[in-house]
């Protein structure tokens, strides 16, 4: 178990301090994936270096597997630190050197045996799918590939953590999901758990069971993955889950008109069909005023925003129809504006089915 209490992280910078972290407290279970997303500059790169230590925290304890590791000597803190795998979004792999020499790395330092250290970076490299490309070096690799090996790597020293920051941001989306993928069978077969940082929503939903959100070096939700994604609670959230609604905002002033209404898709709908239906049952036009949806095999994942009709009664009758389908949806904009119903709870009808 991580449990981080009260961290922070304050750098000294030529125009004063800069307050990266400020009294984060989270707990991350044993075998979970846990994603922790946010926008740039919103503190996650240096929670997740305080986690191993590599940002010494100014305040606060990071205590895993029950013991501070902010307390600990150094001889015992390298060796806790050994538990505690971490890869990167540029990969960090050694380019002169072969990818078994790279993932054979921390079983050197380590002082592991010659044939001992072979044995462990041919099953390695199989785990990650990559025995083939044991002579080549990383230039040859595609970047999927590059990640794989610097996930063996950091399996070398049979970790119980990995630590991934950003690692799929310099990938394509087919190569993300097959890294993203690859995460997910290791945590369900190893039983290692997974800290992601990530500002994709996608990756969280893909493979995360828990996330918290960042802003201002503070977590300001932390929730199951699929209530966040649902229920977005904070303002930070509920961009991240529906960016065209923060682009609305933007472009209208910071306020949404009323009747603007955020539809959750999870898989179970297409979302062009469920409008379309929808405006031919109900009977009324609705206007999809943005999207961020993604139709995998007919079924939809994302966010859409429409706007109802002015009138009461058509309004009313296509909130019924989302009622009886099931479908989930809040009114959106900022809870707290005016207009809104000031708890950034569901609303009344919608998203309160699951
Ligand atoms: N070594 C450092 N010295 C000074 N300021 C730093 C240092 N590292 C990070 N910061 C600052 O701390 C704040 C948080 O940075 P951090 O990299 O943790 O955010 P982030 O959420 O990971 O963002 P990104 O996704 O852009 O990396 C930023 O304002 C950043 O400029």
Redesign the pocket.
């Known amino acids: 178990m991580i449990e981080l209490r009260n961290l922070s992280k304050t ?1 000294s ?1 030529p125009s004063g301090e ?1 307050h ?1 972290v400020s009294g984060v407290d989270l707990t991350v279970e044993d075998g979970e994936v846990f994603g922790i997303i ?1 926008f ?8 997740v270096r305080c986690i191993n230590l590599l940002e010494r925290p100014t305040e606060g304890s990071v205590i895993v597997n029950g013991r501070d590791l902010v307390a600990l000597p150094p001889r015992q803190l390298r060796e806790a630190r050994k538990k505690i795998g971490m890869i990167f979004q540029q990969f960090n792999l050694l380019q002169q050197r072969t990818v078994a020499a790279n993932v054979r790395y921390p079983l050197d330092i380590a002082g592991v045996s010659r044939s001992e250290a072979d044995a462990r970076v041919a099953e390695l490299l199989e785990l990650v799918g990559l025995s083939e490309k044991a002579r080549s070096y990383p230039a040859q690799l595609s970047g999927g590939q590059q990640q794989r090996v610097a996930i063996a790597r950091a399996l070398a020293s049979d970790p119980d953590i990995i630590l991934c920051d ?1 690692a799929t941001s310099a990938l394509d989306p087919e190569a993300t999901r097959s890294v993203l993928d690859l995460l997910k069978e290791l945590n369900a077969r190893l039983g290692v758990t997974v800290v992601v ?1 990530t ?1 994709e929503m996608k990756v969280v939903e893909l493979i995360c069971d828990r996330v918290a959100v ?1 802003a201002q070096g503070r977590v300001c939700e932390v929730g199951a993955v699929q209530d966040v994604f649902l229920h977005p609670k904070s303002e930070t959230a509920r961009r991240l889950v529906s960016p065209a609604e923060g682009h609305l905002e933007d472009a209208l002033g910071g306020e949404l008109p009323p009747g603007m209404v955020r539809i959750a898709f999870t898989g179970e709908e297409s979302g062009d069909p469920v409008i379309s239906d929808l405006s031919l049952t109900c009977g009324v036009r609705v206007s999809i005023m943005g999207a961020n949806t993604q139709d995998i095999g007919g079924r939809a994942f994302g966010q859409m925003l429409i706007q109802l009709p002015e009138d009461p009664d058509a309004a009313d009758r296509v909130r019924a129809y989302l009622d009886g389908r099931g479908i989930h949806y809040e009114e959106a904009g900022d809870p707290r504006m005016p207009g809104g119903d000031g708890t950034g709870t569901p609303s009344a009808k919608g998203g309160e089915r699951q």
């Open positions: 750098f910078t800069l990266a946010g740039s500059g919103a503190g996650k790169s240096t929670l950003e940082i500002h960042m």
